[in-house]
């Protein structure tokens, strides 16, 4: 598979691949699924595909995988955390190195009809704001616990 | 397949399966694909599936279908318009019936690291920014024409 060592996003799964590291959800074969910072968003999480690449179109013959794990992630998320509505986005404009970001969205979020990007935007420069959009009401570990045991449930493909 | 009379979508669904419609790109068998408003993102099209369904999780043996129909959209879209980026978004946070944004991204846009909805929030209430952001160098009907173009030469399924 493609590497950059110029990406910080391949540097990121190749950390992420080492099994003591504490934020990782599961290990797809084409993908890493890991806890995100926004943790205001219960449950979000990120899915870095393993292979460096820009666009889906470079995956070939593994996008059709990837593109699965990234919804068996989310349905996991869904179940676990039952939200509102779920966010799914895969974005690539500052580090573009395909990733998805999977953003729960609750029903008691003044802000839950807009994007996700709007309440971030804030989180740039004001430091109150980054804590309450960092804080969330399930701890970092109790995320990873209840999606590892769905996706372990329902037999997740893993690397 | 799933229909629900009081969403908006569902309806556009319908309209949009009328062949003399102008902005549809494709009738894929899970979605139909149609030019959005926001053309300063040239090429910008939305893919709304047929189904009414509010995760992907609902789609069941339609959802791995429902994906490959918007990977290859993103890839004529790719290929017609040869972006600097290409983003890929599935919310649904107003209209919770499945549906793809994909902005193509351009090196010229001084917000290019930015996700697109920073500056489609100012449209809201600033008349004169919603007229930039759909406006575009590429007509509606030339977009449409470069991506069926793309998708016949390439056999893309049709419904």
């Given at each position: 598979m493609a590497h950059d060592p110029d990406c910080p996003l391949c540097r990121t799964v190749a950390e992420l691949s080492?099994?003591?590291?504490?934020?990782?959800v599961w290990q797809f074969p084409q993908s890493v699924a890991y806890v995100g910072p926004w943790q205001f968003y219960s449950g979000y999480c990120l899915l870095a595909s393993r292979q460096h690449a820009t666009e889906l179109s470079q995956l070939g013959p593994h996008r059709s995988a990837f593109l699965e794990e990234m919804a068996l992630l989310a349905e996991a998320m869904e179940s676990c955390f039952r939200p509102y509505k779920l966010n799914y986005e895969l974005l690539g404009n500052v580090v573009p190195h395909l990733h998805w970001h999977i953003f729960p969205r609750y029903a008691d979020d003044p802000e839950r009809l807009q994007p996700v990007w709007l309440a971030l935007e804030r989180a740039k420069t004001d430091a109150a704001e980054k804590r309450r959009l960092e804080?969330?009401?399930?701890p970092a570990e109790e995320v990873c616990r209840r999606l590892q045991t769905w996706l372990s449930t329902h037999n997740a493909p893993r690397l």
């Open positions: 080492v099994p003591t590291t504490g934020n990782v804080s969330g009401r399930i």
